[in-house]
């Protein structure tokens, strides 16, 4: 049974550990558990949504209030939690991931937002026949170093496959890099429509069959020349001209 926040709240509070006042799931890749809040929010990985009566018998006592005499017994509460077989088969699953976008926040602003969602549309309707879902989630990056983009596949409730985002190495906004940026997306949204109408990853030959269809280099996006930021830390503000080669791409 999975549990909700609320739910594991209710679990502590009848365990008598009553200062916690708000529980928080996430998907992390290391975090197992922590505490905030002077104590009062406990922040645990998704996999504890599953707890046994036991484990959260463990966490009572590891969020319990106390002096040194309940110390050796959150330590052993504490090392139970860790142990726990499910938890480690989670962060497995965590780490080959890539890094979902509730990790890495988007620092595009409003106009590379618009810019990005108006220019994603024009080439779903223009070179995917309006195939790929129009609110697909799209996010500008300054982590990423020799990547220029990547697409997460996901899985919806009943194994229906989905797309979690397409995400761009900012460094594509800046003057220099238009046709880069153009390629780029339509290299990222073949991705995605390969894996949500076929099924496949990576660069086969179904996705070489739709990065020729759409007019994107049917080539993996490694070692691409383009201008970068002097600084990492420099903001790209940038949003380059709506795309002349929208029409001129269009005849290619
Ligand atoms: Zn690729």
Same mark, same amino acid.
């Given at each position: ?55 959260? +018998?463990?966490?009572? +006592? ?7 005499? *309940? ?13 726990? @077989? ?8 965590? $780490? ?9 926040? /988007? /620092? ?16 779903? $309707? ?8 129009? +609110? ?25 496959? !989905? ?7 900012? +460094? ?11 390629? *780029? ?14 099924? =496949?990853?990576? =660069?086969? !030959?179904?996705? $070489?069959?739709?990065? $020729?269809?759409?007019? /994107? ?7 691409? @020349? ?10 790209? *503000? ?5 795309? @002349?080669?929208?029409?001129? *791409?269009?005849?290619?």
């Amino acid at each position: 049974m999975n549990l909700s926040p609320e739910q594991f709240l209710v679990e502590l509070r009848r365990r008598r550990a009553t200062r916690v006042r708000r529980v928080s799931f996430r998907m992390n890749r290391s975090t197992v558990w922590s505490l905030t809040q002077g104590g009062r929010v406990l922040n645990l990985h998704a996999a504890y949504r599953t707890a046994t009566p036991e484990l959260l +018998d463990a966490f009572a +006592d590891l969020v319990a209030e106390g002096g040194w005499w *309940t110390a050796a017994r959150r330590r052993r509460a504490a090392s139970a939690i860790r142990a726990w @077989p499910p938890l480690s088969e989670a962060l497995r699953d965590a $780490r080959a991931e890539p890094r979902n976008r509730s990790e890495s926040a /988007c /620092c595009a602003t409003f106009q590379q937002s618009r810019y990005l969602r108006t220019l994603y549309r024009d080439l779903n $309707r223009t070179r995917f026949e309006g195939r790929l879902p129009d +609110d697909l989630p799209l996010r500008l990056s300054n982590r990423m170093k020799r990547a220029l983009g990547h697409m997460v596949p996901g899985e919806g409730g009943a194994g229906e496959r !989905s797309v979690r985002e397409i995400a761009l190495n900012v +460094d594509l906004m800046l003057e220099g890099n238009d046709e880069e940026l153009v390629d *780029t997306l339509l290299h990222e949204m073949a991705h995605a429509a390969d894996y949500l109408l076929t099924g =496949h990853r990576g =660069h086969g !030959s179904s996705w $070489r069959a739709w990065a $020729r269809r759409v007019g /994107c280099r049917p080539v993996r996006l490694n070692d691409r @020349p383009i201008r970068t930021r002097r600084r990492r830390t420099a903001a790209v *503000t940038r949003v380059p001209p709506p795309p @002349p080669p929208l029409a001129a *791409t269009l005849a290619r």
